[in-house]
């Protein structure tokens, strides 16, 4: 059933609780505007967050500060600005313009932290780990996102078709593009795919046949941490887009390329995922000798 934004506006102009038909006939317009899955249950969850804060309450604008305040003491201004983009999003909906609220002003981010950028080395730790514990899949999941910069939304569009014409079509929000698949990759998922009979379709499936999503990649990464003597906190899908981003930029130093090949309509957000941590930027620095005196003639001891 089509979905009528106007008429349920006309019903609601009058009625600020947020009722649980509220919040599904505006994930169902969500869906008809072709907003992704995962932002459609990204809204729904800071959403339901926000039902819980009213406590069947009226929605007003002193209780949406009241709400945004809570969120900038409990999580980070990036998530914070996730949540008010789906209440803002839900109040132009409704027609509850004068509810919106304004988004924090965060800074743009020179360093990454040091605890979460995933080094080649440690993904080569994570490829073996994988490969050691017999899990062929999981070995070849991590280097195909990392060997390309897909998402990992995007992995099913890893299709036979696709390794055979070493290019995949990837369609993801609203867009399609071409993502190039290097030679040794097709040949070790083309193997990987004869030896599990998989002749047609994704590549990469659970025992049922289906596509594998987010939450089996996520889970069985995660379990490789201690083998691989990786960092958990370090241990997720889209690392491994950060740091294909951050080694093809610094080879090649083509920013505009690389925001096509990732997918970027935007270049600032392929900028924020060519940022490394501050260790090499200190090294940089001591390169440079202009420090000229040195502590070896002075005792550190206190």
């Known amino acids: 059933m089509t979905f009528n934004k106007e008429d349920f506006t006309k019903v609601r102009e009058n009625d600020r609780i947020l009722s649980d038909s509220l919040l599904e006939n505006y994930k169902a317009w969500l869906k008809e505007s072709e907003k992704s899955t995962r932002t459609v249950q990204k809204y729904g969850y800071y959403l ?81 780990a994988a490969r050691n514990e017999g899990d062929e899949r999981l070995a070849l999941v991590l280097q195909t996102i990392c060997s390309t910069g897909i998402r990992i939304s995007e992995l099913s569009g890893i299709t036979v078709e696709a390794v055979r014409a070493r290019a995949a079509k990837i369609e993801c929000k609203g867009k399609i593009r071409t993502v190039f698949l290097p030679t040794e990759l097709c040949q070790l998922l083309n193997f990987y795919a004869q030896k599990m009979q998989i002749c047609a379709g994704p590549v990469f499936v659970t025992r049922r046949g289906k596509p594998l999503d987010r939450s089996n990649v996520w889970r069985d990464m995660k379990k490789l941490s201690e083998k691989a003597r990786v960092d958990q906190e370090k241990i997720f899908p889209h690392n491994l887009r950060h740091l294909f981003a951050r080694m093809y930029y610094s080879q090649e130093k083509d920013l505009l390329r690389l925001a096509d090949i990732l997918g970027h309509s935007d270049i600032n957000t392929t900028r924020v995922y060519t940022i490394e941590s501050g260790e090499n930027h200190i090294r940089q620095l001591e390169q440079l000798g202009l420090v000229v005196e040195q502590y070896n003639r002075i005792s550190l001891s206190l």
Request: hydrophobic share 40%.
């Open 48 to 128: 339901n967050l926000f039902q819980s804060f009213l406590g069947g309450e009226q929605v007003t604008k002193q209780r949406v500060l009241c709400w945004k305040e809570e969120l900038k003491e409990r999580f980070s201004p990036g998530t914070v600005n996730g949540a008010l983009a789906a209440l803002n999003g839900l109040f132009r909906f409704c027609g509850w313009e004068d509810l919106q609220v304004r988004f924090l002003k965060v800074g743009r981010q020179t360093f990454c932290q040091a605890r979460r950028e995933l080094t080649r080395n440690e993904y080569i730790r994570l490829v073996r």
